[in-house]
């Protein structure tokens, strides 16, 4: 199987790091700086998991990880360190008119929709667009006092699902189903989504907010930024590396990989996303909370096509490039990632939650085609000039199964159990965070673990 580097590491390592996603990654860094000797084992043919660039298309557009705010202090100190290029992406993403709402085949700017006799908003929030509804009614009703309490179980009663919470704003059935489950933030729908799990998340922007409005990508695509930072590492990275199984005895804990080749060392750090956990036998096994969270975590299903204009249709249908739509087309957004900000180089058309899982039993031409007809059906002027690439699902990736963790609502005090550690085993990756989400909650938790296996 291949490796990153020439294997120059011989002997037993003292802490092996399954996965060589970003938190996988910054463990390993972290355990090399207290001196101690690593080998990652990766069951992908890459590093950087849900770090994931199309390097081959326009504007490198991005299947995973978008971007970093200005508050994310391990991200920015990681690309430095890597020395990757950051570039500033918030003001792309704020250029020309704003997406329009497409309700069936009527496309509407903010003045129409709030005017739309089929709007099921409340009256005050008519002019609300659809995808903006749910994040604003969080940050400005969220009920913890503290937001980074959000896991304490003294909180735990206020975990109701985001539907409950939503109702008791005032909204209906009808308007819950337009501003989440169509194109929900988080999870598949507003029912099985946890309201504290929300106001964690809102609690991370405002404070991200609070350190600046700026957006952070690495320039030429976010993959370069682990591809550089495995360089760095002085142990093995083995690729192509499937961890099936686990076995912790007095001698050591020893890992088991699909193609015969195992491990032993005394520590091991698993950064595995739970739906990949859950496909791996681990002896003893893990019991309680824990074992309950690897059987049923949620990962969100997501699901993303790369698509180009040969002429901006836009310009001639005088329509917005981007449309957020209540069908089966998804959420099409422009990308701005050429020299020229004002360049739209390409189009990414999202399905998120049940429209995801929709698209996803499809057959992926079959989606591309779809993809191109709606388009080209609500907007005439697109007609012949719009080319599908790429399809890309999270849900059906086998070493993801889905985009980021949700908790259901109840879960909010899961993430404690979820953590600790098992034995010699210790736990890491984003769905492990309390204070960060996203990529910095990722390295976060990587801290977190390091501090544990070096009995800090
Ligand atoms: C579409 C999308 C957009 C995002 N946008 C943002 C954003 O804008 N900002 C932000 O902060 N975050 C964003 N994120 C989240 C961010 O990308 C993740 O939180 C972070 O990359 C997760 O890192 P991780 O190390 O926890 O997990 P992963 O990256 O999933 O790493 C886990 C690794 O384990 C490997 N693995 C799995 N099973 C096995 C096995 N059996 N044996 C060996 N190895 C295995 C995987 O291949 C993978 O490399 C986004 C994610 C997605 C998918």
């Not at 890459?46 to 490198?60: E, F, H």
């Not at 409340?122 to 604003?136: A, D, F, I, R, W």
């Not at 449309?323 to 990632?337: C, I, K």
Request: aromatic content about 8%; some cysteine; hydrophobic content about 40%.
């Amino acid at each position: 199987a291949p490796t990153m580097k020439a294997s120059a590491s011989a002997g037993q390592p003292d802490v092996l790091i399954l996965g060589a996603g970003i938190s996988g990654l910054h463990s390993a860094h972290l355990l090399e700086e207290m001196g101690m000797k690593v080998t990652i084992l990766e069951a992908r043919e890459r590093v950087g998991g849900r770090i994931l660039t199309l390097m081959d298309q326009p504007g490198y557009p991005e299947m995973g990880f978008n971007s970093m705010a200005a508050g994310y202090g391990r991200g920015i100190d990681a690309a430095q360190r890597a020395g990757v290029e950051l570039q500033e992406v918030g003001a792309r993403y704020r250029i020309g008119p704003p997406s329009q709402v497409y309700i069936g085949n009527t496309a509407m700017t903010r003045e129409e929709w709030a005017r739309f006799p089929g709007n099921p908003f409340p009256e005050q929030y008519k002019s609300v667009m659809p995808g903006e509804l749910v994040g604003m009614l969080v940050a400005q009703n969220g009920r913890l006092e503290d937001w980074t309490r959000w896991s304490d179980p003294a909180n735990a009663a206020l975990d109701v699902s985001l539907h409950e919470f939503l109702k008791g704003q005032g909204l209906s059935d009808a308007a819950i189903h337009l501003a989440n489950d169509l194109a929900p933030y988080y999870g598949i729908n507003a029912y099985g989504t946890s309201s504290l799990m929300m106001e964690f998340n809102d609690g991370f922007i405002k404070t991200m907010m609070a350190a600046g409005m700026e957006s952070l990508a690495v320039k030429g695509g976010n993959q370069k930024l682990p591809i550089a930072l495995a360089e760095q590492i002085k142990g093995d990275i083995l690729l192509g590396r499937e961890v099936l199984g686990i076995v912790q005895e007095d001698a050591g804990t020893t890992v088991f990989c699909a193609d015969g080749s195992r491990f032993t060392a005394p520590k091991v750090i698993c950064s595995l996303p739970l739906s990949a956990l859950r496909n791996v036998k681990i002896d003893p096994a893990l019991n309680g909370v824990q074992a309950e969270a690897v059987a049923q975590l949620g990962y969100q299903p997501i699901s993303m096509a790369f698509i180009t204009a040969e002429s901006p249709f836009w310009e001639e249908d005088g329509l917005a490039p981007g449309m957020w739509t209540d069908g089966l087309l998804g959420n099409v957004m422009p990308q701005r990632y050429g020299e020229d900000p004002n360049e739209i180089t390409g189009f990414i058309v999202q399905a998120r939650g049940n429209l995801a899982l929709y698209w996803d039993r499809m057959d992926p031409e079959a989606v591309k085609q779809m993809i191109v007809r709606r388009i080209e059906e609500l907007r005439p002027a697109a007609k012949g000039k719009v080319k599908a690439h790429t399809y890309f699902s999270w849900a059906k990736e086998r070493f993801n199964g889905g985009d980021v963790s949700y908790l259901a609502p109840g879960q909010s005090t899961w993430v404690n159990d979820m953590a600790q550690p098992a034995g010699n085993m210790h736990f890491c990756g984003e769905h492990l965070a309390t204070s960060a989400r996203g990529l910095e909650g990722a390295m976060e938790s990587a801290e977190r673990a390091v501090l544990e296996v070096l009995g800090v």
